[in-house]
């Protein structure tokens, strides 16, 4: 296993995340335990030693599961990381009860690892407002030794992140964000990497494989990258494309099972970073696949010609992220913070902005299919 070195830690560089742990009978919520049992112990016994759980996985469970197949460890053996679900806005008023109970469920005295989960727009705000005193309870956890290394999760855009490292930036000591070789460009990863490098904050990676995106590619694809790695599997490129980038200290995989588990594992036995040449080829294959794409450039003419004020350009990105990844959160998420006027479905399709726009988008049919889907 190769470690990375974290203040006065060495962690594996692959963490276990227990999102997408084995379920019975497709339920979200009924997580097989036995299952999850055995990949813990194939992990401990590989030398993984950073778990990742969080309040809302497995609809509450996986904090119970974890905290049950963990208790057979020695603490000392093992990291473990939970969140403040503050994806939820009404839990915002309930840090203190929420964080009793975690430890609780989790079967430990203090976490190594706890997150502002999920930093975005529909949230920015109520973490930053002082009444609900969620960082300054945080700080005493910590200051307890309940909490050992605080930091945050983002899903939000670069401004957001901004905005929460501007506030509590000099008190974070890790970063999670979505980062593959998809969102690189596509998530504008790269941006974020570089604002979590100028606070000196290490990267965590979720999302790795961008859902299982990631995990198999077309034949011709597949063809190119073998030709320069023969041995190396297509899903171990997403991970060797982490490997290439300084910042980052742990990756994140949300295995479902033990098979995905000890191919991952390999993976991480060795440390091989890409060269220039296997960069500029698995960079080249991620702007394929983002062909179908709409190419706005966010020059902003269209705003200034639309009689609804839309945000246009802000939401062809959502509408982007929407189509490619097939539904998902991130865009209804972004747009929980946005007034309804200002939703896709206000657009009348008077089709002014497309009068002026440089890449000739027919934005009015984009917002028409992004209404229908976001209601579908």
């Known amino acids: 296993m190769v470690y990375r070195d974290f203040q006065d830690l060495k962690l594996s560089a692959l963490g276990m995340g227990a999102m997408r742990l084995p379920v019975i009978d497709g339920d979200d919520a009924r997580i097989d335990e036995a299952a999850a049992e055995q990949m813990?112990?194939?992990?401990?016994?590989?030398?993984?030693?950073?778990?990742?759980?969080?309040?809302?996985?497995?609809?509450?469970?996986?904090?119970l599961v974890m905290g049950k197949a963990l208790s057979k460890y020695p603490r000392d053996k093992f990291?473990?990381?939970?969140?403040f679900p503050g994806y939820d806005l009404s839990n915002m008023p309930k840090v203190k009860e929420i964080f009793e109970?975690?430890?609780?469920?989790?079967?430990?005295?203090?976490?190594?690892?706890?997150?502002?989960?999920?930093?975005?727009?529909?949230?920015?705000?109520?973490?930053?407002?002082?009444?609900?005193?969620i960082f300054e309870y945080l700080m005493e956890q910590k200051k307890n030794g309940r909490i050992r290394h605080l930091g945050f999760s983002a899903h939000g855009s670069y401004d957001v992140m901004k905005r929460f490292l501007d506030a509590y930036g000099e008190h974070m000591e890790f970063c999670q964000i979505q980062l593959n070789y998809i969102d690189w460009t596509f998530q504008d990863a790269k941006a974020k990497v570089e604002l979590l490098k100028e606070h000196n904050i290490p990267v965590w990676v979720m999302e790795p494989l961008r859902g299982g995106k990631l995990a198999t590619l077309p034949e011709k694809e597949t063809a190119a990258l073998k030709a320069l790695r023969p041995d190396e599997d297509i899903p171990a490129w997403a991970f060797r494309f982490l490997q290439s980038i300084p910042e980052v200290t742990m990756v994140l995989s949300g295995m479902s099972n033990v098979e995905q588990m000890k191919a991952n594992i390999e993976t991480f036995e060795t440390d091989k970073p890409l060269n220039e040449k296997e960069m500029r080829a698995l960079l080249s294959i991620a702007d394929g696949m983002l062909n179908g794409t709409l190419p706005c450039t966010a020059c902003h003419y269209c705003v200034s010609h639309c009689p609804k004020g839309l945000d246009i350009p802000n939401l062809l990105e959502l509408y982007n992220e929407h189509s490619f990844t097939g539904g998902g959160f991130i865009a209804p998420m972004a747009l929980s913070a946005v007034p309804?006027?200002?939703?896709?479905?206000?657009?009348?399709?008077?089709?002014?902005?497309?009068?002026?726009?440089?890449q000739q988008i027919k934005i009015s049919e984009a917002m028409a299919d992004f209404a229908a889907k976001l209601k579908g």
């Not at 990291?79 to 969140?83: E, G, I, N, P, R």
């Not at 690892?113 to 109520?126: P, Q, S």
């Not at 479905?345 to 440089?358: D, N, T, Y």
């Open 40 to 63: 813990v112990a194939y992990a401990m016994e590989h030398g993984v030693n950073y778990y990742d759980t969080a309040w809302g996985y497995h609809n509450g469970n996986s904090e």
């Open 79 to 83: 990291y473990l990381a939970t969140k």
């Open 101 to 133: 109970k975690q430890l609780e469920k989790c079967q430990v005295e203090y976490f190594d690892f706890y997150l502002f989960h999920n930093v975005c727009e529909m949230n920015i705000d109520a973490y930053l407002d002082e009444k609900y005193g």
């Open 340 to 358: 309804e006027e200002k939703w896709p479905s206000a657009c009348i399709g008077c089709r002014s902005c497309e009068k002026v726009c440089p």
